[in-house]
């Protein structure tokens, strides 16, 4: 499943990604909503061309997170460390975008509701580190 919403992860931020669930509930792809937090830092000593460049790829791995994340949600396998490339043009390696699950024990304060359904929130978040190569 991939969302047609828009929206951006900021660098050095924490944000909640919330995935709704599927109109239909008799679709067997349903799932009820839920929510996990995604936090991306800037790895490197070049702040403002890790900037740029983040920015510049930042749809694509938005979408790469986005995957990663429904998958674990709906209880598919996902690596506890994952390592993602992006190249520049010409395909030389650009950056690296390294992710860890970590506990998310703020969880368990989170009260929230999408309509009439409580979503769920996760047991771990998403860090990941944005390094130039």
Sequence with gaps: MCL???YTLVLNEPALIFIPPPDNKEDPEWHPPFAMQVTIKQAGDHRLAELIAY???QREIVKGIETLIV???KGKPVPAFIEIEGEDDQGKPKF???GERKPWPLREHAMLMWGQYPIHCCAEKWKFDFELL
């Design 71 to 73: 998958r674990q949600a």
């Design 55 to 57: 920015f510049s790829a």
């Design 96 to 98: 690296v975008l390294r």
């Design 4 to 6: 047609s919403m828009s």
